[in-house]
Nanobody, 115 residues
């Protein structure tokens, strides 16, 4: 059984930083893409950043220059360094792991940016 576990969320003031972590375990298949999604209150889940097995990264426009995604392939883990946080970054952040045939989601971690 595949498990996707996020951690690192919390309450931070505007301008602050957080680092999210996601670890995937139990997968027998190669994970091709890992990604972070954010779901703000009352909105749909949206892509924040991706990291492919080949090392390519992609970011949503609102987070470019502020967020950095990285991956530890040996641990099947990804991280999201979030800097210069804004109130509009407030959301539940979900990790997604994609194999050739299936996608797996974590339960999410809450990030709240507020003074």
């Amino acid at each position: 059984q595949v498990h996707v576990v996020e951690s690192g969320g919390g309450l931070v003031q505007p301008g602050g930083s957080l680092r999210l972590s996601c670890v995937v375990s139990g997968s027998d298949s190669t994970i091709l893409v890992m990604a972070w999604y954010g779901q703000a209150p009352g909105r749909q889940r949206e892509l924040v950043a991706t990291f492919t097995k080949g090392g390519r990264t992609n970011y949503a426009d609102p987070v470019k220059g502020r967020f950095t995604i990285s991956r530890d392939g040996a641990k099947n883990a990804i991280y999201l360094q979030m800097n210069s946080l804004k109130p509009e970054d407030t959301a539940v952040y979900y990790c997604r792991a994609q194999t050739k045939l299936e996608a797996y989601w974590g339960q999410g971690t809450q990030v709240t940016v507020s003074s």
